[in-house]
């Protein structure tokens, strides 16, 4: 059975962009694959972030995955400094680490803009653990959005580096992406990312709040007035109804938008109840955990001890390949 490894940082909430994009194949992955999911802390300290609330966002973040259908009776999920085993790989990838090829990350560039006042060394090699994330379990399929496709094609090289130089440890990691792995924003033209300010957390997917954030959604912008014809496919609204909606409503939207028969706000009305909907099992099962937090906790805590003995296992045969002192 083949391992599948995915990570998510504790920088908040999940957005819409984030479970369509990514959560969306972790849930379902559980069924065919022996699936791995950590929430990687020690990513997150490469941006400034309140340390108070670090345990907060942690537990959060584990709370909501546990909500959007992942099941600790099927799969691992831990956070990453509970296993230390992480970051000395990291370390020990980073010898056979192009420097040249960090410096090509998009991720990197686009960060350094973000946080010019913090551009630092794990900002950097932010891929080098990645790629120790994925190495460590030797997983081969990592449920991520397009936005990683980069990072993984580095640690796939990172992985045959390896076992070129120190002989075979590794196999070959590939990313899997959901069937839409770039979800736009509210502002159609950029992913949908929490740094832009242009997302819809999971929290406001309930009636009055998710129809305010849709009422900022952008449509076809060809389609200035009530009275003109609009073009779903090239507006955002009908790229959510084609996640979230039923054909019926499909055809409805098509029809209507493309003769005027019906305008933009009754295409976001019907999204919001299809939205509300898809959602709704997750928020049952979320105020269930947030009705027994210490229930998050026992999840994560059987969680790490399960992966800390895979990862032990991994870097027994590491130390053996690289010769080290004491090794096996
Ligand atoms: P990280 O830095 O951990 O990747 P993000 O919150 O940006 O943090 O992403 C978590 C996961 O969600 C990643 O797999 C990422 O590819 C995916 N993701 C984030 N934003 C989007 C988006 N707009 N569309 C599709 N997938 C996304």
Redesign the pocket.
């Given at each position: 059975m083949k391992t599948v490894f995915?990570?998510?940082?504790p920088?908040g909430e999940l957005h819409v962009?984030?479970y369509?994009?990514?959560i969306h194949n972790w849930v379902k992955m559980q069924d065919q694959y022996r699936c791995i999911y950590c929430v990687?802390d020690y990513?997150a300290i490469t941006q400034d972030y309140p340390v108070k609330e670090m345990k907060s966002r942690v537990h959060d973040m584990a709370l909501d995955i546990l909500a959007l259908g992942v099941d600790p009776d099927r799969a691992i999920l831990f956070v990453q400094s509970a296993v230390p085993e992480h970051t000395e790989l990291a370390w020990v990838l980073s010898a056979v680490t192009g420097h040249g090829d960090l410096e090509r990350m998009t991720q990197f560039k686009d960060k350094s803009v973000n946080q010019s006042e913090n551009i630092n060394a794990g900002l950097f090699s932010y891929p080098v653990l990645q790629a120790a994330d994925i190495l460590l379990y030797k997983a081969e399929l990592v449920p991520?959005?397009?936005?990683?496709v980069q990072h993984l094609e580095l640690a796939r090289r990172i992985g045959r580096s390896f076992n070129n130089r120190w002989g075979k440890v590794f196999p070959e990691c590939e990313p899997k992406l959901t069937e839409t792995?770039?979800?736009l924003g509210l502002d159609g033209k950029q992913?949908?990312?929490k740094s832009l300010g242009n997302h819809i957390p999971l929290s406001a997917i309930e009636d009055k709040p998710l129809r305010k954030l849709l009422g900022r959604m952008v449509t076809d912008e060809k389609r200035v007035t009530r009275e003109d014809p609009g073009d779903p496919d090239v507006c955002n609204v009908f790229s959510f109804h084609k996640i979230f909606s039923t054909d019926d409503d499909r055809a409805w939207v098509r029809e209507g938008c493309t003769t005027a028969g019906i305008g933009c706000v009754d295409c976001k009305g019907r999204l919001v109840g299809r939205m509300i909907e898809h959602f709704a099992d997750y928020r049952e099962r979320r105020a269930a955990l947030v009705a027994n937090p210490a229930r998050v906790d026992e999840i994560l805590a059987a969680g790490a001890d399960k992966a800390r003995a895979i990862a032990q296992r991994t870097m027994a045969e590491v130390r053996q390949k690289l010769g080290l002192w004491r090794s096996p």
């Open positions: 995915s990570g998510i940082q920088t962009g984030n369509i994009g990514a990687v990513h991520v959005g397009a936005d990683q792995p770039k979800v992913k949908m990312s």
